[in-house]
């Protein structure tokens, strides 16, 4: 069996911010969005896949939406070719690192960041 990652879907609490974050700060290109009386919605191109940011109005959210505590964490992992100019350029344009470059001993560079949101996201380059 074939698998490949679809979508990562990112529940957000307020779209405009994050639709902000993804498009102009992580520079992902924007492939469709929405807006619909029960959610607004977009997604972003990240190589064969796709990552979704949903925002679903209040008194309609259902248990995976209320933002309660605890709150499930996602990570996001996006691997690119240049770690380090990767990180470079996201620094200048602001972004909230929480990690800088680093060697892992599994065998990847990376750099970790997080969303308007607090979802973690991972930019790696496999070593080996």
């Not at 896949?49 to 990570?75: Q, R």
């Not at 560079?109 to 930019?123: E, K």
Request: a negative charge.
């Amino acid at each position: 069996m074939d698998v490949k990652l679809d979508r990562v879907v990112v529940l957000v609490k307020d779209f405009e911010r994050s639709l902000s974050f993804y498009r102009d700060m992580l520079g992902l290109p924007l492939t469709r969005s929405w807006d619909r009386p029960d959610s607004k919605g977009a997604l972003f191109g990240v190589g064969d896949s796709a990552i979704e940011i949903l925002w679903v109005p209040g008194g309609k959210n259902n248990e995976a939406c209320d933002f309660k505590l605890p709150f499930s964490k996602i990570h996001i992992n996006l691997q690119v070719d240049d770690v380090d100019g990767c990180y470079s350029d996201l620094k200048k344009r602001g972004a909230p690192i929480t990690e800088e470059p680093e060697d892992t001993f599994w065998g990847a560079r990376l750099f970790r960041l997080n969303d308007p949101d607090g979802v973690h996201i991972v930019f790696l380059k496999w070593l080996t």
